[in-house]
């Protein structure tokens, strides 16, 4: 999980979000910087990993990064500006946040809007090949899945403590019953139309 060698001697950011494909909440993105040396073989695409581990590593995380941010983009913004776009920003945000500033970026996925003056590499499953990508990835995934729980205790027929605003037939089922609410994405009504149909 090393930088490629044309970049090693840069400061490198691993950058990565969650909640791409639900139907509730927010997109959010976790943005790292690890320091020189730093070396988790544990740290991995925040799926594969319990949520016992996920969280055990986000506080190793947020302990010894050299830096770390996190962004969040709501649904109604996702709404006016699209998920795709929603992605990248709630990315920016998150280097935003960072409080030692990048010299490049790595990014999980094949596409992203450049980040100032930045030059950065976009990797498909980066989140499995490098570390910073990686982390950023735990701490989106942990970020929003405590968000996604709050959210529970004002929707709890939704179940998203459990299924975390993902089109779940639990989910999809309380939409028929109960229609969206404002932390729904109302861009996605066609979507959340065609998969009440299960």
Known sequence: M????????LIEAGCD??????????VVAGAVILKPGFDMPELDDSKKLTEKKRYQLR???????????IGIVTAPEIDEI???????????????????RPEFL????NRFNKYQDLKHLCVVGGDAKYQSIAAASILAKTTRDRLMEEYDLRFPQYHWKKNKG???PEHKQAIAEYGITELHRKSFNMA???????
């Open 2 to 9: 090393n930088l490629l060698t044309h970049y090693s001697e």
């Open 17 to 26: 979000e969650a909640g791409r494909g639900c139907l509730a909440g927010p």
């Open 59 to 69: 506080e190793l995380i947020m302990k010894e990064a050299l830096a770390y941010g």
């Open 82 to 100: 699209n998920i795709l776009n929603a992605s990248f920003l709630a990315m920016h945000r998150a280097i935003d946040q960072l409080q030692v």
């Open 106 to 109: 790595l990014i999980d996925g």
């Open 166 to 168: 993902y089109p779940t």
């Open 192 to 198: 959340i139309q065609m998969r009440l149909d299960f």
